[in-house]
Every structure is written in C-alpha cells, then in structure tokens.
C-alpha cells in the first residue's frame, strides 16, 4: 500500500488545496451581486473560461473512467471526440449568437421567448432533474474513494463525509458563484492535467520503454477507427454524430456549461472560447487514453490482477504500483479537482435555473433585495437537495439501480434537443400545452426502444446515438402539435 494513502497525508493535502480555493474565492467574490453570481458581470476572460472548462467537463467519473475504457474499447473514444469539435463549431456559431443576442441569463428562457410559459418550465426542470441526479452521481464516485482511502480509518460515517463535501462547496461558491467559478476551474483543471502528466511520466520510466508515442501505437489498445461492424455501439458512424450531439446538448443546451459563456465580454470573445476549448478536447482526451494504455501495462507488468471494471484500474496501480509518493499525492488531489470542478458549477446552475426558470425572477428584477434573498436560500437548498440525493445512492448501494438512475437522468437532454432545434430551426408555433407530455413520451420510447432494440433489429444495439433518436421524437410531436394552428 502507497504510503500517501495514509490518512492524514491526505487530508493535509486536501486542506491545502482548499485554501487556495478559498483563497480565489475571497479574491473573486461578487460582493452579493447577483449579476456577478449568475454572469461574472460578463468580464470573464474568454482564454481562462475555456481552459476552466475542460476540466468541468471531464469531471471526476471521466477522471477514473477514460483511462479505463482502453481495455474494452481501445482508442475508439476519439471517435466521438471528432464529433465533439464539431458540436462545439455548431454551439458557437448557431446557438451563441441567439443567447447573446437576447442577452439572456438563463438559456432556457429562450423557450419562453419562443414558445412560451410551458417550455420554459418544461426545459429547466429537465435540465434540472438531470443535473441533480448527474452532479450527485459524480460526487457519490468521489465522495467513496475519499470515504475509503481517508474517513473509514477515522470512524467517520458515509453521510458526515458527504455533508462536509457539499459544505466547502457552498463555501466558496456562495458569494462568488459563476464569478469565482471560472478562476477556481482554472486550478481544478491544472491539478487534473498534472495528475495525468505527472503518472504517465513517472510509469513510463519505470518501464524504461522506447518512444512513448511508439510504445502507445505499438500496444493492443491503439485502434481508434471502427467500421466493420455497423450493429456494434463503437461503429464510427454512431460515435462521431452521437458526440456532435452529445456535445450540442449537454454543452450548447445545458445551463451549467453555457453560464460560463455567457460571462464572456462579449459574443466574439464567447465563440473564441468555445472553438479553442473544442479543438483542445482532442489532444486532453488523447493524454487520458495514453494515461489507460499506460495504467494497463505496468499493472500487466508488475504482475497485478488487472480489475474487471475500468474505473478501477487507476486506484490501483496508485495504491499497488510502488510508485513515489508525490503520485499518489496528485492522484488525490486530480481525482478531488476533477469532482469539484463539475460539481460547483452545476451547483451555480442549478441556483440560476431554479430562481430564473422556475421561481420566475426575470433579468430586471436580479439585483433586487427580494431576488438576493431568494437566490441564497435557494443556493443553500439545492447543496442540501445534493447531499441527500447522494446518500440515497449509498444506501441503495446496487450498481444496476445506480447505473439505471443515471441512464435515465441521460434521456433527460433529448427533449432539450428537440425543443431548440424546433425553435431554431422552424417558425412553426406548436401547442404549448402539448410541449409537458411530449417532451415526458419522448424518453420513455427511448427507454422501450433500448431495452428491445436486440430483439426487434437482428441484434442491432443502440448507442450514445439513442439521444439524436430522443430529440428527433421531440421534434416530430411538436410538428405534429402545430398542424392546424395559425
């Protein structure tokens, strides 16, 4: 066993860590402006949104996840990362434009502008409901292995540690919020990336091989490109239009990733964000296969039993691989960033969502005294709302109802997708009271349609592509809806 896993090693590192946070959080805070909560006061420096957001993008389960899928799935990620480079040139130069224009603080106000009352609400409890299940997914993965490695030595219970986590969160992002989010990615996302840097180079030599990029293209997990088999999930087809989705909807529809944006200067300074950020998404996912290749080999090498699920791999070797000390150190401190990372800013989007969306405080009436109010209380019910919904996954403590919540929670962004794409793209108006049931029906075809997909298409099996399915049944209902309306 590594001895940075001592307990107090960690938790000194730990609370290092979150003085620097709480350090830019004094530094950035927005003095209990709403404006500053919600949009920076939209002085955020595009070049520093961007590098902040591939960290709250790869989050803590990607983290531990990529570098585990080389076993099974070899390179063949990339795949849907080309479509993500796409997905984002689209974000930028279609769906950035709108939300500028109508200089929005909530993007699912649009909806309102453009259908009216019912899509509004029907869009941000999607995305609400979703981003609760997905955020509180993410911090259960995190909150287990620090559970493990640091509190169970101590006698500390599960739901002490789950509340201490959400705790320092709301901390630093309560006056702050988007504001202080942005500065702290960057630091969440530069622990991440030489987490990664720091393992590769430390395993590669130790195996003393020749060539890192040629140890890599040599192994048995470098194949990327998948044709041969059009029912197989992996197929480059389905992965790179499944990832231009993917990253339209839960990046260019998702509140979460577009507040960032939004606190850009300007338009112009928002797409220059948003096209460096996806072009940068190749070579950072490329850095986490290696990191995979690299894991499986020296594991292989030193003779580990090499773990059934993937997300086990890097724990692992940090635990088993008498590597340095420094690590299993920036394994800690990569795995906490990655987490945070994803989980402050979908806790700020949440808090907007809800006020904005739900409760109804329109953009004239968010530095108000009552809208600061609300705001506060509503930031410090969702981190509660966080903490339960977390330790209800532990009590549960079955991976296949876990694994379905969560797949569940991912049907959630189709409707988003069918609903902007309607807007967008057509100048039809359905009706508006239909827009609920429609965008409910749409996920439970989807759910029926991947249960028996096997069964009714010759062992064909849906993949990340299910969500392009999802949206195009949203977008067919709400055609349907509007014929024989003026």
Known sequence: ???ALNPVYIIIAILAYFGILMTISRLTRSKGNNLGFYLGNRQSPWFVVAFGMLGASLSGVTFISVPGWVQDTQFSYLQMVLGYVVGYAVIAWVLLPVYYNLKLTSIYTYLEHRFGFFSQKTGAWFFFISRVIGASFRLFIVATVMQVMVFDPLNIPFPVTVLITILLIWIYTNRGGIKTIIWTDVLQT?????????????????????????????????????FDDWNSPNHFIKQFFSGMFITIVM????????????????????????????????????????????????????????????????????????????????????????????????????????????????????????????????????????????????????????????????????????????????????????????????????????????????????????????????????????????
């Open 1 to 3: 066993m590594n001895e």
């Open 190 to 226: 530069t622990f991440m990336f030489l987490s990664a840097i720091v393992t590769i180079v430390i395993i590669y030599n130790n195996m003393a091989e020749d060539g890192l990029w040629k140890f890599v293209a040599n192994s048995e997990y470098s194949r990327v490109f998948f």
């Open 251 to 486: 990046t260019g529809l998702d509140q979460d990733m577009m507040q960032k944006n939004l606190s850009c200067r300007n338009l112009k300074e928002a797409q220059k964000n948003m096209l460096s950020y996806g072009i940068a998404f190749v070579p950072v996912n490329i850095m986490f296969l290696t990191l995979g290749v690299m894991l499986y080999s020296y594991a292989a090498s030193l003779g580990l039993s090499i773990p059934a699920r993937g997300d086990e791999i890097f724990p692992l070797v940090i635990a088993q691989g008498e590597l340095p000390l420094f690590v299993a150190i920036m394994f800690i401190l990569g795995l906490v960033a990655a987490a945070y990372s994803s989980a402050d800013s979908a806790l700020t989007a949440l808090t907007t969502t809800f006020t904005v969306d739900i409760l109804g405080f329109n953009h004239n009436d968010l530095n108000s005294a009552k809208a600061l109010r609300t705001r506060r209380w509503v930031h410090i019910g969702i981190s509660a709302l966080l903490a339960v919904v977390i330790i209800i996954f532990q009590i549960i403590s079955d991976e296949s109802v876990i694994s379905a919540i969560f797949t569940v929670a991912g049907y959630t962004y189709g409707p988003l997708l069918g609903l902007f794409a309607f807007g967008l793209f057509t100048k039809y108006h359905p009706r508006e009271k239909w827009i609920p049931y429609i965008a409910i029906a749409s996920p439970v075809i989807c759910y029926i349609l991947n249960r028996y997909s096997e069964v009714w298409f010759n062992g064909f099996q849906f993949g990340f592509e299910l969500l392009i399915i999802n949206g195009a049944l949203v977008f067919i209902g709400l055609a349907i809806s509007s014929m024989g309306k003026k």
